[in-house]
């Protein structure tokens, strides 16, 4: 009896492990899909505030949000070391999701 029982303890962390590994896909999945709505939700605000200001905007991730920023404002931010020293403007624009125009 003991050999059986620890052959179905065998298979139970088995089955344990696979669904510990198909809940964190499941859970990767949500997380990115998540991401992609606000993504597109931060495309429209930056195109409808580009028209309405008619300033250059980003769209860039800060803490794996989204976040609208206009180039005027991530240049002072620059200026006052709120990023790592060295980094420049092309550098956010290289990192952008998206830039109007």
């Keep these: 009896m003991k050999t059986g029982t620890i052959k179905l303890l065998k298979s139970s962390k088995y089955i344990l492990k696979e669904l510990d590994q ?17 993504l597109r939700m931060a495309v429209r ?6 028209q309405l200001f008619k300033k250059r905007l980003m769209v860039l991730a800060f803490d794996g949000k989204p976040i609208v920023y206009e180039k005027q404002r991530l240049k002072e931010l620059i200026k006052r070391g709120y990023f790592l020293k060295g980094t420049t403007i092309s550098d956010l624009e290289k ?7």
Excluded: E, H, P
Excluded at 95 to 101: M, S
């Design 45 to 50: 605000k930056a195109n409808r505030d580009a």
């Design 22 to 38: 198909s809940l964190y896909r499941t859970l990767k999945r949500i997380k990115k899909f998540g991401f992609d709505i606000r």
């Design 95 to 101: 990192r952008a999701y998206y830039i109007t125009k």
